[in-house]
């Protein structure tokens, strides 16, 4: 296959919370790939914004992934409008810092809602519709904190550690029918959310390159590029992983 093995030409992506941060770095991945991609999320200009910078191959729907009994319309809806689905990456997420002992029952309803409830749904969706077709990929973006234990994030860390099992349980049943089942858990980037917790704690820039094999932040487009691989023929053979990309953070000591 060669370089081919890589491309993603003619194929039909949704990224969940695609207009900001990795989501958008799974995006321009994506498009640059080859790939068409409709983009999800709560804000239509910020959207809107994204598709003008992504150009022709982007188009984008306004959706609360958290609105579960939508979820059916809108993945029919896509379809509809723009053909049948390729891949999936489930990347809404919402978060919260605050102790175990500070949180509450709602605050972990919140969290499991968007990243746990919301990636189920759709996956369920569009898995249906993929593995009818006998095609597809599904991508959930975790975390480090599905693979070590980081604290004042507990409600984080169980959502993302639920979407890690489910990546898992996921491509049993999917797989023989055609449809790959994966997950990418990021490290720490440069993006405007990390740079503003820097601000507010200027030794927490330090204590994470001090970690991190590669001594550098990741780029949002990383994890794109990863996305790209496991969506690509590429990894035909690969299914049920979760993959690192954190410059060494999960292996660093």
């Not at 569009?126 to 604290?151: D, E, K, N, Q, Y």
């Not at 994030?153 to 023989?176: D, N, Q």
């Not at 794109?224 to 292996?251: E, M, N, Q, W």
Request: aromatic share 6%; net charge positive; charged share 20%.
């Amino acid at each position: 296959m060669g370089r081919d093995a890589f491309r993603l030409d003619g194929q039909l992506a949704l990224v969940t919370g695609g207009g900001t941060g990795l989501g958008f770095g799974v995006c321009q991945a994506l498009t640059e790939a080859g790939a068409r991609v409709i983009l999800t999320g709560r804000r239509e200009e910020v959207l809107r914004r994204a598709c003008d910078q992504l150009g022709e191959a982007a188009s984008y729907m306004q959706h609360d992934v958290t609105e579960l009994s939508s979820i059916p319309a809108l993945a029919g809806h896509i379809e509809e409008r723009f053909g049948p689905l390729d891949i999936l990456v489930n990347n809404a997420g919402n978060h919260l810092k605050k102790s175990a002992v500070e949180t509450s029952d709602a605050d972990l309803a919140g969290i499991l809602q968007t990243h746990l409830f919301g990636s189920f749904a759709l996956s369920r969706e569009c898995g249906r519709r993929m593995t009818a077709r006998r095609r597809g990929s599904i991508i959930m973006i975790v975390s480090m904190a599905a693979l070590f234990g980081i604290p004042q994030v507990s409600a984080y860390s169980a959502a993302k550690s639920a979407m890690a099992g489910l990546t898992r349980a996921l491509a049993v049943e999917f797989s023989p029918h055609g449809v790959r089942v994966n997950a990418i858990a990021p490290g720490w980037f440069d993006t405007d959310l990390s740079r503003k917790a820097f601000q507010g704690d200027p030794g927490r820039k330090e204590r994470i390159l001090g970690r991190t094999p590669l001594r550098t932040l990741g780029e949002v487009v990383d994890v794109g590029h990863a996305a790209v691989y496991l969506s690509s023929p590429a990894a035909r053979f690969v299914t049920g992983v979760v993959l690192p990309v954190d410059g060494g953070v999960s292996i660093g000591f």
